[in-house]
């Protein structure tokens, strides 16, 4: 498994080298734009907007577009950096806090060998107290708020999406005064008591990914 990111975990007095391994993997970047008179990969090319120019990596900066459109060119290099190569324990929070619309993407986090026993020490001590550690630390150059707990004998680091990145659901039916009937309530209880069973993420297999990977074989 590739490392995303190594470093040091800081916890309290405490200070372990680690590293972070993606805990997943998507079905994508296999189907391609492609031509259909001999098969070739359509590139996309990085033109200019305004002078319809060809650009190269020198040609191009970055900027940040104002609410009338207007664009305001920028040096991330000028921007404050965050401390770079430590995740930094911030606090303990009860599990049950974690939002899962704020969790963005999910990270193994392996400790070296001489970090194991503050490792276990860690993990040991969220599965007891069923809390999460609420971290910071730089990832790609951005600080960036994370989540750590215990799962599967692991650590699992989540990323999480700042508060003004979630949206705040404001739909006109929450204002409406809607009544149920007890006897509705019953009987869809009775329904969901019926089919609840244990959740097995194996008893749904990516149906369309399979189908797809029928359909390269017959055409092979």
């Known amino acids: 498994m590739r490392t995303v990111w190594r470093g040091a975990l800081r916890f309290g007095m405490t200070t372990m080298t680690v590293r972070l391994v993606s805990a997943s993997t998507e079905h994508r970047g296999k189907v391609h734009l ?24 020198d040609d191009i900066g970055r900027g ?36 899962p619309v ?39 150059g951005k600080e960036t708020l994370a ?22 659901p404001h739909f006109a039916f929450l204002h409406r005064d809607t009544e149920v009937r007890t006897g509705e309530l019953a009987a869809a209880a009775a329904l969901v008591r019926a089919q609840t069973r244990p959740f097995r993420p194996h008893d749904y297999p990516n149906t369309h990914h399979e189908a797809l990977l029928q359909l390269v074989e017959a055409n092979v």
């Open 34 to 57: 492609v031509h259909r008179e001999d098969s070739g990969r359509v590139r996309h090319q990085q033109v200019c907007g305004e002078c319809s120019l060809r650009l190269t990596a």
């Open 147 to 168: 989540a750590l707990r215990p799962q599967h004998g692991v650590l699992v680091l989540h990323t999480l999406l700042w508060p003004d990145e979630v949206r705040e």
């Open 64 to 99: 940040y577009e104002l609410d009338d459109g207007r664009i305001v060119q920028i040096d991330p290099r000028d921007l404050p950096a965050p401390e770079d190569g430590v995740i930094d324990v911030q606090q303990f929070a009860p599990q049950t806090d974690l939002d």
């Open 102 to 140: 704020a969790l963005h993407r999910s990270y193994y986090v392996e400790p070296d060998d001489l970090a194991v026993r503050s490792y276990v020490l860690l993990r040991e001590t969220l599965e007891r107290t069923k809390t999460a550690a609420i971290v910071k630390f730089a990832l790609r």
